[in-house]
């Protein structure tokens, strides 16, 4: 697994992007109630919103050997010096459930740690996708606020965040994934009093 810097005035690197971007419709769909074209895809490598220098908006690949298998969106310093905004981990459809995008995030979390003065990792997420909030609360981000809303967005947003060294569940001394529980625990039983 390895991550490839994106250039937004590269061809290739903003045809990358598109493609990952337009290999699930499901997430433009969600979040915005339209299919993704190829000018809204390449916005999300380009776009800088208000407060964030250039220099400071980063778009990733993710690589999984030789095959792309998601983009990431990041921009430093951004709403505040020390954090750093996800602003999107596109993982693709058949890549997912993999265990990719916590490798992911740790290889960015790694990159982060670089970063002059960052120290918090943000994250909006759409209320309405359960399984992103299932995702990163596995990946240590706490709810900072809740039932923000935004007049371009289909559902309101929860706002999350971690400490940029912070480590998932999954990496954490003593865990053991569900199915070697599973495995271990159906020995167990318990004998209850009778009535």
Known sequence: MFL??????????VALAVRLYCEDPSYSLQTFGRLPDTESSAEIIRACPVGCLPED???????????????????????EPEIATIGLLLVSPRDRRRHLGCQIVEQLSRKA????????????VLEVNQSALQFWRHLGFDVVR??????????TLTVMEREI????????????PRQELAGK?????ARLPRP
């Not at 490839?4 to 690197?13: E, G, I, M, T």
């Not at 740690?113 to 909006?124: L, P």
């Open 113 to 124: 740690r670089n970063w002059a003065g960052i120290r918090r990792w943000r994250i909006v």
């Open 185 to 189: 625990a159906s020995w167990l039983s």
């Open 165 to 176: 060294k912070h480590r998932p569940f999954c990496q954490r001394p003593g865990h053991q």
């Open 4 to 13: 490839k810097s994106l250039n937004p005035a590269d061809v290739k690197d």
């Open 146 to 155: 809740e039932g923000q809303s935004k007049p371009d967005l289909k559902s």
């Open 57 to 79: 908006r980063l778009a990733f690949a993710a690589f999984d050997k030789a095959d792309p298998v998601a983009l990431l969106r990041v921009l430093r310093r951004w709403p």
